[in-house]
């Protein structure tokens, strides 16, 4: 079985579960209109939003690799940079930032956290999808040889590999969203800790060890030890 197999399994398991990527598209979904401009931070060559894009009055896609960037699609413009200076976007010119998979990534938050304000409209949202590293699948990420999460992933989705970019976690909590949030002007609108017992499920044993885990997990003074992080950010 591979891990989207569990998943299904899973939700047969626990049916008002909801897979991470699926409530952070929803949450995008739900703020893209006909004048939305939307800036992808981190944006690679994904296709996530190939849908929800057509919507939006406008779609900037802002990374590092310039190769990545030529691969999407879905953007009418595209711009190469760091995302801790984007000086080719204007000052409050952006409705909504999005991104998935790149938080933990960040070397100075602090830095893109500042410029994610200045881009930003009055009353604009940055919504994101990260790891917690207060997880125990994090943690044990963090502890494992890349060459041995690399063969686990295969293990669990034969076109799996792991994340080739270093990961800092310096943005991958409760606390640091929160001070973060509060020292650039942003209002936390909405906090998730979503589970997700299939990042262990090398074999039917250790996907119903996740299970268990995940139960113990959903007791209300664990629930920050969940493995994914959804957050909605306004610009106040």
Known sequence: ????????????????????????????????????VVL????????????????????????????????????KEKIVANLESMPQVKDKSIDLIISSWVLEHLKNPKEIFKEFSRVLKEGGKVIFLTPNALNYVVILNRLIPASLRNLIAKRMNKDLVTDPMPAFYKANSWSRIKSLASDNGFQIEEFILNGDPTYIAISKLFF?????????????????????????????
């Open 1 to 36: 079985m591979q891990q989207e197999d569990y998943r299904k399994l899973y939700k047969s398991i626990n049916k008002s579960w909801a897979d991470s990527v699926s409530i952070y598209k929803n949450l995008v979904a739900e703020n893209i209109n006909k004048d939305t």
């Open 40 to 75: 992808e931070a981190g944006c690679g060559f994904s296709n996530l939003f190939k849908n929800e894009y057509q919507r939006a009055k406008k779609v900037i896609g802002v990374d590092v690799n310039k190769e990545f960037l030529e691969l999407n699609p879905l953007l």
């Open 208 to 236: 119903f060890f996740g299970v268990a885990l995940e139960a113990i997990l959903s007791l209300p003074f664990l629930k920050n030890f969940r493995v994914h992080i959804i957050c909605v950010l306004k610009s106040v």
